[in-house]
């Protein structure tokens, strides 16, 4: 305790404010990476109709927020160390912290134990990489090690802030003729990765360094994956600004960088649909040449019933193909916002979903079901918050997710199982769909359009929706138009 009484502690770089977090990213250091480059005419010439839009969109760092804060158990005997942990890859974590002891590998174990869930880097390996130095301090004694709750909100690697920018341009017939997109983010993963990546090894007295980022190539992707638009589009340039240092410790958080590019790319959607007079469903269809993509699209909104809102509520639609080669995924659903405290509450979600043969399609709709509440959580209530100096938000009072009250009403997911087909990464598919028909919903009760996660309805913002574009998708898809 002496020793904890006479430490020193300094302070940190100054952090940006929050509300400047978009353009610190964006003002950033940066390698432009060109993802796609597909151009017939120039944008400016195709926009010389008038009717082209600009928009950005943002969403703020993110936890993983466990329930359960880290532990792991450890024990060192005979010159060999176990360590119990519920890290997503004992394999590189065995590999680490080897490193980081100056250990062989082989006489170090790291065993799977069940913990909460969080989908990503939480603070689960940087607690068996505690536990791990302890236990060297004590042969023979295991040593478990539990995080705080303030330790895990404030300690953890998050999932990136992120910033969108979406230029387009529609051609006399209403169809995108020109599309320009460019994200600024990380690379979102930092494991599997040497010793440095961990925190206890970061502070040692002979400290390893923290590895430097670098871009997951695609189709894969990090900060860019799903960024480039599935949609037929003749001119279309989509740019990655890959930001190497952020202000905050950030790694993996489920679908990385295809929630925000997902998000934006169908909100995006849905403005350039208003901007044409289309429905927003029959606009997609208009630009999918996929027959399977356009299979999960109208499946999603036959099963929804899409049509005109009613008063005070609204309704919006997103689609996906996450990573641009594993499974489809349509969302339909309707939100309520209250007039007088602008709070925003999902009703009924409908999802289709095409992984391919489906072998346990249970097991799919599980999958879509929990990307449907989490990203419900990330896009109307998560925020991580900081000042200059340190991250405040280290409990559930500063930092909230979804609570039982905020789950929607009800969720639907419809499986397409495709016999003999190949089998498509289901898991992380919804997340993007679901915070954009949310949006997309938003925007159609009230007339505003947010564009920044989570959103935050000013309630004297709330105006009325425009349901007229909702009344041309059945009667085209019984014509057989889409």
């Known amino acids: 305790m002496r020793t904890l009484a006479s430490a020193r502690w300094a302070p940190g770089p100054t952090l940006p404010r929050p509300g400047e977090i978009t353009a610190t990213l964006q003002q950033m250091p940066a390698e432009d990476i060109v993802v796609l480059d597909r151009r017939e005419r120039v944008l400016a010439d195709v926009g010389a109709t008038g009717r082209s839009l600009d928009a950005q969109y943002a969403r703020p760092y993110l936890a993983h927020g466990p329930i359960g804060p880290s532990c792991a158990v450890a024990r060192f005997d005979s010159g060999e160390l176990t360590v119990w942990t519920h890290s997503q ?3 590189p974590l065995r590999a680490a912290i080897a490193e980081m002891l100056r250990m062989p590998a082989e006489r170090v174990r790291c065993v799977h134990a069940e913990g909460s869930g969080c989908y990503g880097q939480d603070g689960a390996d940087d607690a068996a990489a505690d536990a791990a130095l302890l236990a060297r301090a004590v042969p023979g004694r295991p040593v478990r090690v539990q995080w705080m709750r303030e330790q895990e909100q404030q300690w953890e690697p998050y999932g990136p802030a992120m910033v969108a920018g979406a230029r387009g341009a529609l ?10 997109y460019q994200v600024w983010s990380n690379t979102h993963a930092r494991r599997p990765g040497p010793a440095g990546v961990l925190l206890a090894a970061q502070a040692l007295a002979d400290p390893f360094e923290p590895p430097p980022p670098h871009p997951i190539p695609m189709p894969e992707g990090g900060g860019d994956r799903n960024s480039v638009p599935i949609y037929r589009i003749p001119n279309a340039r989509v ?118 043969q489906a072998v346990n399609p249970d097991g799919i709709r599980n999958q879509v079901e929990g990307a449907i509440v989490q990203a419900t959580s990330w896009t109307l209530f998560e925020r991580v918050a900081f000042d200059p100096e340190r991250v405040t938000s280290r409990d559930w009072s500063g930092y909230p997710i979804l609570r039982f009250d905020a789950v929607p009403a009800s969720v639907a997911v419809h499986v397409i199982d495709r016999p003999g087909a190949p089998y498509l990464g289901t898991g992380e598919c919804g997340q993007g769909p679901a915070s954009a028909a949310i949006a997309n919903a938003v925007a159609d009760a009230t007339g505003t359009r947010l564009r920044e996660m989570p959103l935050r309805m000013p309630a004297q913002r709330i105006s009325g929706g425009r349901p007229e574009r909702r009344s041309t998708f059945h009667r085209r898809a019984a014509a057989g138009m889409i």
Request: with cysteine.
């Open 239 to 356: 740019v990655y600004h890959f930001v190497p240092s952020m202000p905050l410790r950030v790694s993996a958080l489920r679908s990385l960088g295809a929630h925000l590019n997902v998000f934006a790319i169908e909100s995006f959607m849905d403005e350039l649909a208003s901007a044409a007079g289309a429905d927003p469903v029959a606009f997609r269809l208009d630009h999918l040449d996929d027959p399977r993509a356009r299979d999960v699209v109208r499946l999603a909104a036959e099963r929804f019933g899409w049509s005109a809102a009613p008063p005070g509520s609204g309704r919006g639609f997103a689609f996906a193909r996450y990573k641009n080669l594993a499974a489809y995924c349509a969302i339909a659903l309707d939100v309520s916002v209250d007039r007088d405290s602008g709070r925003i509450k999902v009703g009924r979600v409908v999802a289709a979903v095409d992984s391919g």
């Open 89 to 91: 890859g004992v394999f």
């Open 171 to 180: 051609d006399r017939a209403g169809r995108i003729a020109a599309w320009d």
